[in-house]
């Protein structure tokens, strides 16, 4: 991804293998959070979002988990797949805050 | 396609060169943004413009100039860079500017200032 040059935590996950993401938010007023993935070469693509009144959102192959409590928000990738290595970002937003984004992990996938 | 262009994918300029970066989205959205992406920071919000109207300027050095003459089209002039400018800028839309409203991301110009 653009990354490169950041020290991004690594996931590898073998083809086929569920893949769990994690991102801790830092602002406990964001209600908005939003999942981006990145391949190299391309801008960040919308994955899914969800608000602060859902604790969870299912997409296709993905969902999200949101835990307010201790401001913990979770990708999971259900069998992973080669074309899901990419650099995964999470992003916060509230009412009167714009769209801060995390620093990223990358994800390998190993077939 | 993604829904939002920018050009050129690659700029190189010399410090006291002037060049202008734009965005152009295709999806009928009202906000558009500049986004900073270098090696070593996460994605950095720079300018937005919600309904043509600049509603935030993230402390950008005057080097970096946005224009948003209507609500699909998006430049970034640039100006007396430095080379530590070097980074992948990025445009996105969003239908508003707002929670619940997603921004969609182009491919970005990679800029290099040598």
């Known amino acids: 991804g653009e990354s490169v040059g950041l020290h991004l935590p690594t996931l590898s996950v073998q083809e086929g293998d569920n893949s769990i993401i994690n991102c801790a938010y830092s602002?406990?007023?964001?209600?908005?959070f939003i999942w981006y993935k990145q391949e190299s070469g391309k801008g960040p693509q919308f994955i899914i979002d969800i608000r602060s009144n859902m604790d969870k959102r299912q997409g296709q192959r993905v969902t999200v988990l949101l835990n307010k409590t201790v401001k913990h928000l979770s990708l999971q990738i259900a069998a992973t797949q080669p074309g899901d290595s990419a650099v995964y970002f999470c992003a916060e937003a509230g009412e009167n805050t714009p769209l801060v984004f995390g620093k990223g992990t990358r994800l390998s996938v190993i077939a | 396609e993604t829904g939002v262009t920018q050009t050129p994918r690659h700029l190189v300029m010399g410090m006291t060169n002037k060049k202008s970066l734009k965005c152009e989205q295709h999806?009928?959205?009202?906000?558009m943004y500049w986004y900073k992406q270098s090696a070593k920071k996460p994605l950095e919000l720079m300018f937005v413009y919600n309904f043509k109207e600049q509603t935030e300027n993230n402390s950008v050095p005057s080097r970096f100039s946005p224009e948003c003459p209507n609500s699909s089209h998006l430049f970034l002039h640039l100006h007396t860079l430095q080379p530590e400018d070097s980074a992948l800028y990025l445009c996105a839309s969003s239908q508003v500017r707002g929670v619940g409203s997603p921004l969609h991301f182009g491919n970005g110009t990679r800029l290099t200032v040598t």
């Open positions: 999806l009928g959205h009202n906000a």
């Open positions: 602002n406990s007023a964001s209600d908005y």
